[in-house]
DNA sequence: TGAGCGATTAAA
DNA sequence: TTAATCGCTCAT
């Protein structure tokens, strides 16, 4: 069968292309299979909610290297939090992924008190992404390109919609407001819609793809 | 060695 | 609106 893996040269761009082409890609682990609804981008580490913006530290390591590796930390003690490194070695650029809808397999997410939710068709929310991968820190700095392990598949949207990023509110105004956030407008797997509006012109912009 | 704090979520 | 919860960062 074709091998739909996105190649490293995906990722190898700025991670507002990437966050919007993301939308609709698959990630494939262990027999669960996520399309991806919602995106957020964090560029430079001139951006005050980026996670680089204090300079290299054993946690964001993997965002500073190599585009097409996974960075996964622990928010708030408890969420595994699934991004993917984007732009050129040593930007210090990622991709969030904040939002899926559950294509193949069944994805149990256990709920604070130990309570199994079992198979959430949804999930809508960072934190639900990385519980229903089964991710951990330790899949932090794994190479998304490659097969085996956590795997990204081609995919795409018809219509976007854009607006500001969740959950930054110590950053700069400028950069609380930007409109670095993404999602499928087709789906009802979004955060706070309501602060999204529909993205115009969005053509295809995917330099990827390899000649011959 | 320790205080403070989250790119969140679920329950009240 | 708020508690839960703990690894990471940075300041002693």
């Known amino acids: 069968m074709l091998d739909t893996i996105l190649p490293q040269s995906f990722y190898a761009r ?31 580490p001139d951006d005050s909610a980026n996670h680089c913006r204090f300079g290299r530290t054993p946690r964001n390591a993997p965002m500073w290297g190599a585009p097409g590796h996974a960075y996964v930390y622990v928010c708030y003690g408890l969420h595994a939090m ?33 309570g199994v939710r079992d198979e959430v068709a949804l999930l809508a929310g960072p934190g639900k992404v990385g519980a229903a991968l089964g991710l951990d820190t330790r899949s932090s700095g ?17 219509h976007v919609l854009v607006g500001p990023r969740v959950g930054i509110d110590y950053a700069r105004p400028s950069d609380r407001e930007a409109p670095y956030r993404f999602a499928d407008a087709r789906s009802r797997v979004v955060t706070r819609r309501r602060t999204l509006t529909p993205l115009v012109r969005y053509a295809s912009t995917r330099g990827h793809t390899e000649p011959g």
Request: hydrophobic share 45%.
């Open 14 to 44: 700025d991670a507002l292309v990437v966050a919007r082409d993301l939308l609709g890609c698959v990630l494939v682990r262990d027999g669960v299979a996520l399309r991806i609804t919602e995106t957020e981008a964090y560029r430079h």
């Open 82 to 114: 699934l991004n993917l490194v984007t732009d050129a070695d040593g930007e210090g650029a990622a991709v969030l992924i904040r939002a899926c809808e559950i294509v193949d397999g069944h994805a149990i997410v256990r709920g604070r008190r130990g």
């Open 142 to 158: 794994h190479a998304l390109f490659e097969r085996g392990g956590l795997e990204v598949h081609e995919g795409r949207v018809e």
